[in-house]
């Protein structure tokens, strides 16, 4: 079993909150997550799956009566999202006995959860959301950085036997959520339509969002398509990377960048069915940097957000990360160990004023380019990112 990283702050919240919200995308190992802390709680646990239809029935009739019964116990509902008249049957529960760690609550973040749960348990719950596995969370072998890469960090897709197995449950993994998850998550669309638009937004993976441009090629407003975007993301499916503004006086890019969030659902996208087609694919660039960002932005500590720099005469930077309002560090990520920068970054990076900048690669040994600018391979970035960071 894969250890994750959120096992401990999961662990916390429950000691502080009367219910804490467990959210990611679908197939991600929330349930398996919750299921393994039983035996590190301080309660016994009860748990509930939504999807099943006993649960589901047991909770519709009277919810409030049914789970007073385990007042003593932590109560894992999952795919809580089924269920929206269920939050407010919480709050009341939960203002009548208020203890830590009485509910744990597993959904989809789908637009609708986030709005009861804000709405009902306001002061009453936390959020912490499960991603795929990340590279440091996995065992680490001499090819692991390329696989991980190629297959993504979903359970299914990244524990498959085969490279083929793999990339079948990434594209059936895309078909369910595109025929089933969507209706779910309450967007009701035509899906060749939307299918068509997730392809199309993986062909200009990592490019500046232009909703007009997109909503133009499949025949839609641009106002449909930034509806689209904004299920994508709050399903987890895609990163939006917000540009960073650090000299007011300059005309600077607004439109933000957007990324698939999972490497292996991009591949399969792409049409990149096996390893050994993506150095050679047209694509290669933009996919590693999407993985790179991914893996550093999902280190990010509370406090320190992630940004992109582009000014319109051309100085730019892959990734700002700000404290409050001030840069802490700019990363720029190539594919080659072999590093040349261009004039845009060094503008960026004389603009923006960061006391770190680094250069990502794929596995280069670590040196100094310049006083201020230092090159590592992403795997050695992430395995030194707190002390690098300071």
């Known amino acids: 079993m894969v250890n994750r990283h959120l096992t401990n702050a999961i662990l916390g919240a429950l000691n502080f909150y009367p219910a804490v919200g467990l959210i990611g995308p679908r197939q991600v190992g929330k349930t398996t997550l919750a299921k393994s802390l039983a035996g590190q709680l301080s309660r016994p646990v009860r748990y509930f799956d939504l999807e099943r239809l006993e649960d589901y029935n047991r909770l519709e009739e009277d919810p409030g009566f049914f789970l007073e019964q385990f007042q003593e116990e932590c109560v894992i509902i999952d795919e809580v999202q089924r269920m929206p008249a269920l939050f407010t049957e919480l709050r009341s529960l939960i203002d009548r006995r208020r203890v830590p760690g009485r509910f744990l609550l597993l959904g989809s973040a789908s637009p609708l959860l986030l709005k ?12 912490l959301a499960l991603f795929p596995f990340h590279f440091l969370e996995l065992l680490q072998t001499e090819n692991l950085l390329r696989q991980h890469w190629w297959r993504g960090g979903f359970p299914e897709a990244w524990l ?106 991009l591949h399969a996208l792409l049409g990149i069915r096996r390893p050994d087609e993506l150095p050679v694919s047209p694509h290669v660039g933009a996919s590693w940097e999407g993985y790179a960002l991914s893996q550093v932005i999902s280190l990010l500590p509370k406090g320190i957000d992630p940004y992109f720099y582009r000014t319109s005469d051309g100085s730019e930077c892959d990734l700002v990360l700000v404290k409050g309002l001030t840069p802490v560090a700019t990363i720029e990520v190539k594919y080659s160990n072999t590093v040349k920068l261009s004039p845009a ?46």
Request: hydrophobic fraction near 40%.
């Open 116 to 127: 009861e749960t804000s709405e009902s348990l306001a002061g009453r719950i936390t959020y």
């Open 160 to 265: 498959a036997p085969t490279d083929e197995w793999s990339m079948d449950w990434r594209e059936q993994f895309i078909r369910t959520y595109v025929e089933r998850d969507l209706q779910f998550l309450g967007l009701n669309t035509d899906t060749v339509r939307f299918r068509n638009f997730l392809q199309m937004l993986a062909a200009v993976h990592g490019n500046l969002w232009n909703a007009e441009s997109l909503g133009r090629s499949l025949g839609v407003s641009g106002n449909t398509v930034r509806h689209y975007l904004h299920f994508l993301e709050s399903s987890f499916f895609v990163q939006i990377l917000p540009p960073f503004f650090a000299n007011v006086k300059k005309r600077l890019v607004k439109s933000p960048k957007v990324y698939i969030r999972d490497s292996g659902l």
């Open 345 to 390: 970054y060094y503008n960026a990076i004389e603009t923006v004023k960061a006391p770190l900048n680094f250069v990502l690669t794929f596995s280069s040994e670590t040196y100094q380019l310049r006083e201020n600018i230092r090159v590592i391979s992403l795997p050695d970035f992430l395995f030194q990112f707190h002390e690098l960071m300071g």
